[in-house]
């Protein structure tokens, strides 16, 4: 390989940074089964509600990243000192309950990927999996490198795994463009909300301002860390869209023949009926696309409720603090033990996730939006006028996402 040729992939590995590891934490089990599923049962329709989606989640990322690179403090410790540190410690628990709820789902995840692949049982791989992040975490001096260095190769994975689906595929273009035009079709109201909750991660757009900092950018990085930011939710956009049109192009025109009836539940779902269609090549290929997000947000996800929490309460929440390790591993074995042991019984502790979003995804944009707005703290790097339009146009979408999943997760539960 020439030099030129070395300059340009060293230059492109450069790129790659905290906003790709906040958009693999957005890259799960739930947003493939989402994807998959609304692709199949509703074709191009909703393809707007993800670009929605995806320029929300640019703009608070963007926000949480320009105030990693402006203050030298710690997102919650800027708001404890402002506002209370009532105020961040509601913030870092119901990060953290929210990322153990939801760590199961990562875990099964990998689970499917891997009984799918090798055909050992699925309650062997969780322990596997969970034990290999849990000795990276405490082996690695400096755990934002490592990071980093794993989410390049997941992503590639990931990226590689569902564009090859999408070639067995005949995706329609016009299907697409057409379906960037906002409506609704009947009865898919809780699905566009659920694409736009597993695309539009605010906890993880708040966490990006750990991450900046852990990667030591400060304002002279100011354009390096913008650029990286939306590429990294661009290609979580990338790979969504690829999901969705795959099981757009191969399923849709059979459910809506009725030709056939597909369930989707999971994504391990869909892995069975790319089978079917073009044979166990394809399931495979899906499943290391699902490993690769199930294992990126596993260990991510971990990070981001376990740092949230031990600097709500004062201790700081870098990659490199040993608190936010063991806090973080702790997350990680919730949602292991779920996945191992109770499977069968995990309403309770889906419900009560569920619950934490709707208590935690406003306060998270709300806080961004504080800060980013102030100028004391931001300074010249305050939020422009056209930004609070469009970030009020997320919180409008977190309160949409807010009341679907109370009305369909949460007060079924109690009657």
């Avoid at 153990?100 to 596997?128: C, S």
Wanted: hydrophobic residues 50%.
């Amino acid at each position: 390989m020439d030099t030129k040729n070395k300059f340009r992939i060293g230059k492109i590995f450069t790129l790659i940074g905290p906003g790709f590891i906040t958009a693999s934490v957005c890259i799960g089990p739930g947003s493939i089964s989402t994807n998959s599923k609304i692709g199949a049962y509703y074709g191009y329709q909703l393809v707007w509600v993800l670009a929605a989606s995806v320029v929300s989640m640019i703009i608070f990322t963007v926000m949480a990243s320009r105030f990693g690179v402006v203050s030298e403090k710690s997102i919650l410790k800027e708001v404890s000192d402002r506002y209370g540190r009532w105020l961040t410690v509601w913030l870092g628990i119901s990060a953290y309950f929210m990322s153990a709820g939801f760590e199961f789902g990562n875990n099964l995840g990998i689970a499917t990927a891997m009984n799918t692949l090798t055909g050992i049982p699925e309650n062997v791989w969780p322990p596997v999996f969970c034990g290999i992040a849990i000795y990276i975490i405490f082996t690695s001096p400096n755990m934002y490198k490592v990071l980093e260095r794993i989410m390049i190769i997941l992503v590639a994975v990931m990226i590689i795994a569902f564009a090859a689906n999408l070639f067995f595929t005949k995706p329609s273009g016009t299907g697409i463009i057409v379906g960037l035009v906002p409506g609704l079709p009947k009865g898919s109201w809780s699905e566009a909300a659920a694409l736009a909750g597993t695309t539009f991660c605010i906890n993880a757009s708040l966490y990006q301002a750990y991450l900046v900092q852990d990667k030591g950018w400060t304002k002279i990085n100011y354009k390096k860390s913008i650029n990286d930011t939306i590429a990294g939710i661009v290609v979580l956009g990338f790979i969504s869209l690829m999901i969705m049109i795959t099981a757009a192009s191969s399923l849709h025109t059979d459910i809506i023949s009725g030709n056939t009836t597909i369930i989707l539940r999971t994504a391990g779902d869909m892995a069975v009926q790319l089978e079917k269609l073009f044979g166990a090549f394809a399931k495979f290929i899906f499943c290391f696309g699902l490993f690769a997000a199930s294992f990126s947000s596993l260990v991510v996800n971990s990070f981001l409720g376990g740092g949230l929490l031990t600097d709500s309460l004062g201790w700081g929440g870098s990659t490199k603090n040993l608190k936010t390790k063991i806090s973080a591993t702790i997350i990680m074995l919730i949602g292991m033990t779920i996945a191992v042991f109770f499977r069968g019984n995990i309403v309770n502790a889906l419900v009560f996730a569920q619950a934490s979003t709707i208590f935690g995804f406003p306060a998270f944009a709300l806080i961004l939006m504080l800060v980013l707005n102030n100028k004391e703290i931001m300074g010249e790097y305050t939020n422009k006028w056209w930004e609070n339009i469009l970030a009020a146009f997320g919180i409008a979408l977190l309160l949409v996402m807010m009341v679907s999943t109370y009305i369909t997760k949460i007060a079924p539960y109690f009657k």
